[in-house]
């Protein structure tokens, strides 16, 4: 039996519920880019302002940041099947909110901005639940190629949504994108709902609350299941060194994309269609890094794929930005975004095969904390540093770090190798 899995191509597909699941998310994910294609052009034709885009995408992940560590407590407590279920029914609300608004001639830049801080809620909650639940529904030995499959639908729905937005905004009305991204979430409900897994048999968090702690106790539960999972992320050698290199990405590297519209403009002069060009670049790269992960299936050497990526990634950085050449930056974007998706998929799957079951849920927030909460963080410093010494001299300087980074967790990363249980002690 295992000796044939070694041998399937995309062998998470071969699994009914994963790919259910996957089918509901590749719609979700799509529906997800159009509202955000919609929503940025609804601000800016409201505002004229690129700062209002900038404090629309502050609101969406703020909440992210303050609260995706809490939402990781609840995954472990809650059932995250159900937990799901009730983050995408939750995830409705905004989408209809703003359609209807839309239609009304009613909607303005507040009511956007309230609306884009309670799906960032929402969403702190559903990250980490999502990330953990991949290993209910697959065995291990698939996660890595199960990851990568997700990894894939997002990045398809990367370019399929913002493609129809396009199309929907100009013959239907950019309400449209809105009612669709709505409906999308019922095909995710609706996948989840036919799903079966095994942690169907736990307990579901107010009973274990009541059961264990007590009603009075309860919060001081939540700190405790917190600070275990905190511990846990700081004892193990490589968790730590995978989410290092992640926070660093996060802060350093990644935010290069908030700073195209510049390259485009005035280092390469394409304008706006080159800037497109550009963006679908790094998105092709981290399409075909996902669907290489996903083909190859299982990966046995992953801390030597994530140094290699991430060496990818940082030196693609580097070389875009010294180049004034534009079919060359293309070319080097499409490394970037390989390298980069590269590793993400090799990391999650080599954290979530680090940790104990009990535990993943809070663990994967930690994830998504380093990943996305900070990463407001990481587009505020990049913007800060280009407008002291140039776009182009800050995207250097942000390249050279993230390599330093990984070459100083080569050791670290090898011991994903290694199996689970390593500690710092």
């Given at each position: 039996m295992e000796n044939r899995?070694?041998?399937?191509?995309?062998?998470?597909?071969?699994?009914?519920?994963?790919?259910?699941?996957?089918?509901?998310?590749?719609?979700?994910?799509?529906?997800?880019?159009?509202?955000?294609?919609?929503?940025?052009?609804?601000?800016?034709s409201l505002t004229e302002s690129p700062f209002y885009l900038g404090v629309v995408a502050a609101a969406a992940s703020l909440p992210v940041l303050l609260f995706t560590l809490i939402g990781g407590v609840v995954a472990d407590r809650l059932m995250k099947r159900k937990l799901l279920v009730i983050t995408q029914t939750l995830s409705i609300l905004p989408a209809l909110a703003l359609a209807v608004l839309i239609d009304l001639r009613a909607v303005t830049v507040w009511?956007?901005?309230?609306?884009?801080?309670l799906l960032g809620t929402v969403n702190a909650f559903d990250i980490p639940a999502r990330q953990a639940f991949l290993v209910d529904i697959v065995e291990k030995g698939r996660l890595l190629n199960a990851i990568a499959l997700n990894s894939a639908a997002f990045n398809s729905a990367r370019i399929i949504g913002p493609f129809f937005a396009g199309i929907a905004i100009s013959s239907l009305g950019i309400?449209?994108?809105?009612?669709?991204?709505?409906?999308?979430?019922?095909?995710?409900?609706?996948?989840?709902?036919?799903?079966?897994?095994?942690?169907?048999?736990?307990?579901?968090?107010?009973?274990?609350?009541?059961?264990?702690?007590?009603?009075?106790?309860?919060?001081?539960?939540?700190?405790?299941?917190?600070?275990?999972?905190?511990?846990?992320?700081?004892?193990s050698r490589p968790i730590f060194g995978i989410l290092l290199l992640v926070a660093t990405f996060s802060l350093f590297g990644i935010p290069y994309i908030t700073l195209l519209p510049v390259f485009a403009a005035d280092i390469l002069k394409v304008g706006a269609r080159g800037l497109g060009i550009l963006a679908g670049a790094s998105g092709l790269g981290a399409l075909a890094a996902a669907l290489f992960i996903a083909f190859k299936g299982e990966i046995q050497k992953k801390g030597r794929l994530m140094s290699l990526s991430g060496l990818t990634f940082g030196a693609a950085l580097l070389s875009f930005s010294l180049s004034r050449d534009y079919i060359a930056s293309i070319v080097i974007l499409i490394f970037a975004g390989w390298g980069v998706v590269s590793f993400l998929a090799v990391a999650n799957s080599s954290i979530q095969l680090n940790t104990p079951d009990p535990l993943r849920g809070r663990v994967m927030s930690v994830y998504t904390f380093v990943f996305l909460g900070i990463a407001p963080a990481g587009n505020a410093l990049m913007g800060w540093v280009a407008h002291l010494v140039g776009t182009a001299r800050a995207v250097s300087i942000s390249a050279c770090l993230c390599i330093a980074v990984v070459l100083f967790s080569v050791k670290r990363l090898r011991m994903a190798d290694e199996g689970p249980g390593r500690r710092i002690d």
């Open positions: 899995r070694t041998h399937e191509r995309f062998p998470a597909l071969y699994v009914r519920d994963f790919r259910i699941f996957w089918v509901g998310q590749l719609i979700s994910f799509s529906g997800t880019w159009m509202q955000s294609t919609a929503q940025g052009w609804l601000v800016y009511q956007i901005m309230f609306f884009a801080t309400a449209a994108c809105f009612y669709i991204n709505a409906a999308s979430f019922v095909a995710a409900i609706a996948a989840l709902v036919r799903i079966r897994t095994k942690s169907e048999t736990g307990k579901g968090f107010l009973m274990r609350a009541a059961a264990e702690d007590g009603v009075s106790d309860r919060f001081p539960s939540l700190l405790r299941d917190l600070h275990e999972g905190l511990s846990f992320v700081r004892r």
